[in-house]
């Protein structure tokens, strides 16, 4: 579960880092060729893993292979994986980038409530999303009846949680926190 949340994470900062560089397109193409390669190649995965290969040693390589296919963004990032020693996770975050933005600079939101919400009102919300968040968006929405009441909003990792349910356990830390005298 961790490195799900990790692998998302690094999905996105590579994504934000290198799409104003080389755009979203790019990105996922270069992506899906570089899971292409780890998958064939295992040696050059056995190599980016390999503690006994220094860094410098890793990104000289790495400049001198990739060079021609990747852009410098793609280099950039898989060798702060090695420097951070996520590089393990590099698979799962082409995997990741793919299906993630392979529709472009869309982002999944989802709309969470307890009940189904008129049409007028979903385009509003979607709408003030995409000003907020600068976003264009692809809106999904849930229906939840835990919420007790209220909305969620998931917007890529972030979650705006406006229920019920998240108020009441808000009050209750706040509660728990209080001393009596």
Same mark, same amino acid.
């Given at each position: 579960?961790?490195?799900?949340?990790?692998?998302k994470?690094?999905?996105?900062?590579?994504?934000?880092?290198?799409?104003?560089?080389?755009g979203?397109?790019?990105?996922?193409?270069?992506?899906k060729?570089?899971?292409?390669?780890?998958?064939?190649?295992?040696?050059?995965v056995?190599?980016?893993?390999?503690?006994?290969?220094?860094r410098?040693?890793?990104?000289?390589?790495?400049?001198?292979?990739?060079?021609?296919?990747?852009?410098?963004?793609?280099?950039?990032?898989?060798?702060?994986?090695?420097? =951070?020693?996520?590089?393990y996770?590099?698979?799962?975050?082409?995997?990741?980038?793919?299906?993630?933005f392979?529709?472009?600079?869309l982002?999944?939101?989802?709309?969470?409530?307890?009940?189904?919400?008129e049409?007028?009102?979903?385009?509003?919300v979607?709408?003030?999303?995409?000003?907020?968040?600068a976003?264009?968006?692809?809106?999904?929405?849930?229906?939840?009846?835990d919420?007790?009441?209220?909305?969620?909003?998931?917007?890529?990792?972030r979650?705006?949680d406006?229920?019920? =349910?998240?108020?009441?356990?808000?009050?209750?830390?706040?509660?728990?926190?209080a001393?009596?005298?």
């Amino acid at each position: 579960m961790r490195d799900r949340i990790i692998v998302k994470r690094y999905a996105q900062a590579y994504v934000d880092f290198a799409s104003p560089k080389i755009g979203v397109e790019l990105c996922v193409e270069e992506m899906k060729s570089l899971r292409w390669l780890l998958r064939e190649e295992k040696q050059f995965v056995h190599f980016l893993i390999a503690p006994e290969i220094s860094r410098p040693e890793k990104a000289r390589v790495l400049d001198n292979v990739l060079k021609e296919n990747y852009s410098d963004a793609t280099i950039v990032f898989i060798n702060y994986l090695i420097v =951070r020693h996520r590089v393990y996770l590099l698979t799962a975050i082409c995997d990741q980038v793919r299906t993630q933005f392979a529709h472009g600079d869309l982002v999944d939101v989802t709309l969470r409530t307890t009940f189904p919400l008129e049409l007028e009102i979903i385009g509003r919300v979607k709408a003030k999303l995409e000003e907020v968040f600068a976003i264009h968006s692809n809106l999904y929405l849930e229906l939840d009846p835990d919420l007790l009441g209220g909305v969620q909003v998931v917007v890529g990792n972030r979650i705006i949680d406006g229920s019920v =349910r998240n108020r009441l356990l808000q009050l209750k830390k706040q509660l728990l926190k209080a001393q009596v005298i």
